[in-house]
C-alpha cells in the first residue's frame, strides 16, 4: 500500500506536464504530499512492472506503467519511466522536487493522440485533427507552484471543424505545432499554427479551469486560397477566386448548443463568376453581367452561430464598377433581413444599357449612381427592393 501510494504521487505530478489535463490544481497538492514519505526509503530505487492506478481527480486510469524509481531528500527520481493514458503512450525522466527542491523533469509521446487531448481538455473539441503529436514537455519550479512548457508537432492531418461549420471537413493542412506553457489553472496555447489552402491558420487559446465560461480559441487566418476551400461549400463552388484574411473567436467554446464565431474576414483581389445574389442586384439596377465582377475586397464583421445563423455588420464590396455595404442577418432556415447601400459608378453603368445614345449622355452627366435596398428573401432566391426616397 505504502508503494501504491506513492506510485499515485510520483504519477500525478508528471500528469501536471500533460497540460491539456485539468487536474493541475490536484498536482500541485500531491506534489507537497511527497514530503511526508517514509525517510526510510531515502536512496532506495525501485522497479515498477506494468502496473496500474486510479486516481480520484483524474477520469481516465494510468495503465501500463514500467520504469525505475529512486527516493531521495530533494524528491524522486525518475528515469524512463513509461505509462498509458487513454490510448496515447508517455515516458518521463528527471527529479520531481519537494520543498524547496524545484522539479525538473520532462514528459515526452511519440505518438499523443488528438482525441486524447480534446478528452483531456475539452476546450479543444470544436476542431478535430486526426492523428498523432509528437509530445514534449519540461517541467521546472517548486513544488507547490510547478510550472510546464513545451511543444507539440505533426507533419500533416485532416483539419474537421465540423462542429460550426460543417462543410469544412477532410481539409490538408501540414506542418502543424504548437507552444503550450500551464501554471496552476491556467492553461496558454500560443502559435498553434498550420499550413492550409496554400496559407496559415495560427490558433490560439487561454483556459481557466476556475473560469470555464470565458474560455476561448481564437483564430488568425492568413493568404488562404479562396478557390480552394470554396469548393466546400456547394454553393459558391468554382465562384470566388482571391486570398482570405480573417480574425475571429471560437466563444462559448465548451458549450455547443451556444458556441459562435465572432470577427471579421476579408477577401481580396479576385473575381466572382456567376453568383446569384449580384444577378439579381444586376436585375433590381438594370445593369447586365453584374454576377461577374472583379473584387479589391469582399469582407466585413461577422457572427456564425452552430444553428447556420449569420449576423453581418458594415460588410463591403469594394470594385471599380460598384461599392456595396450591407448589414443584417441570415437566420437558420437561410432567410435574409439585410439593408445594403450601393453606389455604382455611372459611366460603368451607362456602358451596360441597350440605349447607347442615352448611355453616352449618362456617361458625361453622372458620376455615380446611388441606391440603398431592402434585401429580403433566401440566399438562393435574394429580393432586392429599393427604399423609398431613393
Known amino acids: 500500500m505504502l508503494l501504491r501510494s506513492k506510485i499515485k ?63 531521495l531528500i530533494n524528491g524522486t527520481e525518475i528515469n524512463d519511466v513509461k ?7 508517455f515516458s518521463a525522466s528527471g527529479l520531481i522536487g519537494k520543498g524547496d527542491a524545484p522539479h525538473k523533469f520532462k514528459v515526452v509521446s511519440e505518438a499523443l493522440k488528438f482525441e486524447d487531448i480534446q478528452k483531456l481538455w475539452p476546450v479543444m473539441s470544436s476542431i478535430k485533427l486526426p492523428g498523432s503529436f509528437k509530445f514534449e514537455c519540461n517541467v521546472s519550479g517548486l513544488a507547490n507552484n510547478p510550472t510546464a512548457e513545451g511543444l507539440i508537432t505533426m507533419p500533416s492531418s485532416k483539419f474537421d471543424f465540423g462542429e460550426i461549420l460543417p462543410q469544412l471537413k477532410g481539409i490538408d493542412i501540414s506542418n502543424i505545432s504548437s507552444k503550450f506553457k500551464a501554471n496552476k489553472n491556467i492553461y ?14 495560427k490558433l490560439g487559446a487561454h483556459y481557466n479551469t476556475n473560469a470555464t465560461s470565458e474560455a476561448e480559441l481564437s483564430f488568425h487566418v492568413s493568404e488562404v486560397n479562396a478557390e480552394k476551400i470554396t469548393k466546400y461549400f456547394e454553393q459558391y463552388k468554382d465562384k470566388i477566386s482571391g486570398k482570405i484574411n480573417a480574425n475571429f473567436k471560437v466563444k462559448n467554446v465548451l458549450n455547443k448548443e451556444k458556441m459562435f464565431l465572432d470577427g471579421n474576414i476579408n477577401f481580396t483581389n479576385g473575381t466572382i463568376k456567376g453568383l446569384e445574389a449580384l444577378k439579381k442586384l444586376g436585375q433590381a439596377i438594370k445593369k ?45 432556415n437561410k432567410n435574409i433581413n439585410a439593408k445594403l447601400m450601393a453606389d455604382i459608378a455611372g459611366d460603368k453603368l451607362a456602358g ?13 452627366v453622372i458620376k455615380k449612381v446611388k441606391g440603398n435596398f431592402n434585401v429580403t428573401g433566401t440566399t438562393n432566391d435574394p429580393k432586392f427592393e429599393l427604399m423609398l426616397g431613393q
Not at 505509462?83 to 503512450?89: H, T, Y
Open 352 to 364: 451596360g444599357l441597350k440605349n447607347n445614345k442615352f448611355g453616352n449622355i449618362l456617361k458625361n
Open 188 to 201: 496558454d496555447i500560443s502559435d498553434f499554427k498550420f499550413n492550409i489552402l496554400d496559407g496559415i491558420v
Open 9 to 71: 504521487k510520483i504519477f500525478f505530478i508528471a500528469l501536471f506536464s500533460f497540460y491539456l489535463s485539468s487536474i493541475c490544481q490536484s498536482g500541485i497538492s500531491f506534489a507537497a504530499d511527497t514530503n511526508n514519505f517514509d525517510t526510510n526509503s531515502v536512496g532506495i530505487s525501485t522497479e515498477i512492472n506494468n502496473a496500474t492506478v486510479n486516481i480520484k481527480e483524474l477520469p481516465f486510469p494510468i495503465t501500463n506503467i514500467s520504469g525505475k524509481v529512486k527516493w
Open 83 to 89: 505509462f498509458k493514458i487513454l490510448n496515447s503512450d
Open 288 to 332: 447586365d453581367n453584374l454576377e461577374n465582377l472583379n473584387y479589391k475586397k469582399i469582407g466585413g464583421n461577422f457572427k456564425l452561430f452552430t444553428n447556420q445563423k449569420i449576423e453581418f455588420n458594415e460588410f463591403e464590396v469594394v470594385s471599380e464598377l460598384l461599392n456595396l455595404k450591407t448589414s443584417g442577418l441570415i437566420d437558420e
